[in-house]
Structures are given as structure tokens and as C-alpha cells.
């Protein structure tokens, strides 16, 4: 009889050591699976903080080159300023005009309005968003939250979805400086931050 008892113990052994190194297996599977969906998380976070700082930065020097031509052309209201849609334009010369209103200290504030009131999501359009193409990896205007404080003249661009209500850079109105943030946020009740 003892046999077959060793027998039964050496093959319940047997199952249970398998049992258990498939359990570690998985285990080891899951936490690199969690592991590696962190880790590609993170480096799509990275990708649309840096996507926004290059948008800021050419939104800043769209800008300043804005306000040069103000201060050139004898500080006007309006200014028109020609551009070129793409290499076929810029090869057959055929230009667009863009007619900017200024404010009184010769920043932009909105796009062949009349008013004079800040248009903060035409600025965005025409400064620092991406046309669309296939070479795009994110979309960053369709997970954007514009903000316009009038009394300030500021606009603040956020962005909605990686980081919630994340403030990713502003423009004042009143001295053309465009801030980039990674950590302020904006009280929605009062438009201070």
C-alpha cells in the first residue's frame, strides 16, 4: 500500500509544482504588462507636454514678430500681414493676407474682427495649432480648453484630458509675454491662478 500512496503524493507534488510555477508565470506576465502600460502612459504624457512647450514657444515668436511688424509699420489698429500656405505658394508666390486687430500696446487680440474684444481661440488657429495631416501624432486643439479673460486680457490654454485642467501656457494681451506651466492651475471663479 505504500507504494501507490508515495505514488498519489509524488503526483500531487507533481500538480502542485506546476500548479505553482504557472502562477508565477502569470504573475510575472501581469506585472509586465503593467509595467510596460505605465511606462507607454508616461511617454505620451512626455510627448504632449513637449508637443505644447513647442506650440507656446511658436505662439511666443509668432508674437513678437506680430508686434515687430506693429512697430514698423507706425503703430496701426489693423495689420495686415501676407503669408504662404505651403511650398506651392510659397514657389508660385501666391500669398493669404491675415488682418490682425492690435490692441494700444501692439499685441495681437483678434483676427479681421472689427472688435476689440480678445478672440483667444482665432489666435490659437492661426499661431500655434498643427494642420491636420497624417504626420501628426496628437491632436492637440481637440483636447483643449481655451479660456479668455477679458478683464486681464489673458488667454489660457489648458489641456483637458492627460492633465486635468493643467494650465500649458498663456498669452497677456498686455505685454505679449507668453508663460509656459507644467503646474498651475487656474481658479475657475475668479480667472486669478
Known sequence: MRPH??????????????LMKFLVGIGVVVCLFYIAVRTFSNLVDDVTEYKYELLAQRFSISMDYVHR??????K???LVLEYFVDKYAIDNKVSKQLLLRMNEFGWPINIAQNSQTLDCMNLWMYFAHEEQS????LNLTEQLIIEAKEIKGNCHFLHKEKFPNQLMFSYNSGNGQVVISHDLQINHTDGSM
Open 5 to 18: 500512496r508515495q505514488k498519489k503524493l509524488t503526483t500531487e507534488s507533481a500538480i502542485s509544482h506546476s
Open 69 to 74: 511688424q506693429w512697430l514698423t509699420n507706425d
Open 76 to 78: 496701426p489698429q489693423t
Open 134 to 137: 497624417s504626420k501628426i501624432v
